[in-house]
């Protein structure tokens, strides 16, 4: 009588799922991927640079001009603070966030890392607010020591002829555009896709496109007023009309309304269409 074999017990276990990424988990991937694009932080660097050195530039140009009047023949104060936003400094800035916006998104494009990034989290929604809450949080600090910067430089400057201001002068807190362009710039990315193409609607959408439509006309001047950079403009320049002009004028709250809803289309726009379209 032979004894009978026992046969090995065999348990099957079932793969375990990975659970879904969390919000925050994407937060921490694309700031890693922002951090470490090798560019960004030098750019970023450059350009406060070239923003500060511009403001400084204007002021010192007033602090000249101002050599020779008197108090009673100086321009009203509401000139000066205008020192800290010098318009070469700006268009600068807007073309910097808008341009590293949109790398966010078509560096990911160009190397074929986006379709790592949809494999992994198929979610590209929300992998797209991801982006955008980065590229927002980055460029809102950037943005504010920039014109803090530039504010406090340009005073310092003015302060030399007793015609600076204190940074709680009305207007002043009002040049914060960085992450406007900046969320722009991403959402044209993710529409286009290509570097040289997005970069060149960023450019021309931030700052060649309002140059076509003068204020002397109303309906000119209502497509003049919901560019970007008319809004920047006027939240800025901290004095109204002149009397004789006969130009149309934009209204601060209707440039607060334009800072706010560019950049809620661009990025809704880039949210329905990556869920839309293959990558």
């Known amino acids: 009588m032979t004894p ?34 090798r560019s ?68 990911e494009y160009s190397s074929g890392l986006i379709r790592t990034t949809t494999v992994a989290v198929p979610a590209r929604g929300s992998v797209v607010l991801a982006k955008a809450v980065v590229v927002a949080a980055l460029w809102t600090a950037v943005g504010t020591a920039i014109s803090t910067g530039s504010f406090l430089v340009s005073q310092a400057i003015l302060n030399g002829r007793h015609a600076g201001v204190p940074i709680t002068h009305p207007g002043v807190l009002r040049a914060l555009l960085a992450p406007v362009c900046a969320l722009i710039g991403l959402g044209l990315g993710v529409l286009i896709r290509h570097s040289a193409a997005t970069m060149v609607t960023s450019a021309f959408t931030l700052l060649m496109l309002p140059t076509l439509f003068s ?41 607060w309304i334009v800072y706010a809803l560019w950049p809620l289309v661009a990025v809704v726009l880039a949210v329905v269409v990556v869920r839309r379209r293959d990558v």
Do not use: C
Not at 218 to 230: L, R, T, Y
């Open 4 to 37: 009978l074999a026992s046969a090995p017990i065999t348990t099957s276990t079932a793969p375990v799922a990975e659970p879904p990424a969390r919000f925050r988990d994407l937060l921490a991937s694309e700031w890693i991927k922002m951090r470490s694009l």
């Open 40 to 107: 960004t932080p030098w750019t970023i660097a450059l350009t406060t640079l070239f923003v500060i050195g511009s403001a400084a530039a204007a002021a010192l140009a007033d602090y000249n001009n101002l050599a020779g009047l008197s108090p009673s023949t100086r321009q009203p104060p509401d000139f000066l603070p205008f020192d800290a936003y010098p318009t070469a400094g700006y268009w600068t800035l807007m073309l910097v966030a808008g341009s590293i916006g949109a790398i966010t998104v078509v560096s």
């Open 215 to 255: 204020q002397s006309k109303h309906w000119s001047a209502d497509i003049n007023h919901a560019m970007v950079i008319s809004a920047w403009r006027r939240l800025v320049q901290n004095w109204g009309p002149s009397p004789d002009s006969h130009m149309f004028t934009a209204t601060v709250p209707g440039s």
